[in-house]
């Protein structure tokens, strides 16, 4: 059985698992605890022992930090076997939030300090192993961040800062106010969104040795919806490239095509099924030659490289 390996996210960051579970979804999989926790045993058995989750993520009535913490419950030993990544910032208007009068961002100190304390409670841990913000806000006041993650450090609430969606500069402006290096950027890394690869997201990752986590690898499930022309052009390439590798399934040239990224990404599953779990395993043994990777580049594209 092909098993995960584990890697240091960046030179003073944490050791993750190379892939890592997203829990976004988690409350259209129709679980119950024990099934949870069973799904959590099954991912974690094949090394992904990396768990995302958001302050955001389900709905006002079953937060996924609530259903995830339900099953962690059920074995209280898990905690210890598994690294635990939240996310705050993002501010929906919804039931558990009555003072949210529009969809929006809030990157203050008390925010954040509010947030990660409802994630520790929804969760049933005491702290998290990285905490990111979010989405880049405009309203962002970098040493504000910085004192809270600094604050939330000392409190033993959380161990790591990193960001998701920053653009390098907005990378630059926190780090510049941050005591410790932050630990990564979680951006959506996939055939039909190249925007990162390109505005250079990722070459300041592989400069800093910070890697980058990847969501969405498989466009949220767009890459199999067959209505687009770029779509059919991907697809017709993608299983050339699969019976060219050996794959099982074009899910893992895709995945094996993120993988070959220089800056080393880090997937996260959005799948809760267990057999799409260990394909995405799988795929961590493919490797894409320049030229089969590129060949997605141009499929993506429509056009040739200049
Ligand atoms: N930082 C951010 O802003 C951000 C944003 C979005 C997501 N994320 C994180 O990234 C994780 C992954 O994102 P994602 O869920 O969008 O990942 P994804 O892998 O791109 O999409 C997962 C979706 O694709 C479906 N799928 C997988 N294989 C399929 C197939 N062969 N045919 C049809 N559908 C298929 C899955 O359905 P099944 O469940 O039925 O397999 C699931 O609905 C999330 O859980 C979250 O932790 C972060």
Redesign the pocket.
Known sequence: MTKVSRTKIAPEGPVFSSLVQ????MGD?NMDPQSRLTFLKQHVELGITTV???HVYGSAQAPCETLFGEALKLDPAMRDEIEIIS?CGIEVMRGDAPSNHVNHYNSSQSNIIRSVETSLQRLGVEQLDVL?I??PDILMDADEVASAAALLKRQGKIKHLGV??FSPSQFALLQSRCDAPLVTN?V?I?PLNLSVTEDGTLDQLQQLSVRPMA???????AL?DTNTDNVQRLQQTLHAIKQEIGAK?I?QVVFAWVLRLPSQPLP??????IE?VRSAVAATELTLSNQQWYRIWVASKGHGVA
């Open positions: 997203g829990y976004w979804r999989w995302d989750h958001a996310k990111l979010h989405r998701s969606n979680q959506e996939n969501w969405s690898c498989l466009a949220g499930g199999f399934s899910e996260i599953i959005g799948s809760g099924n799409r």
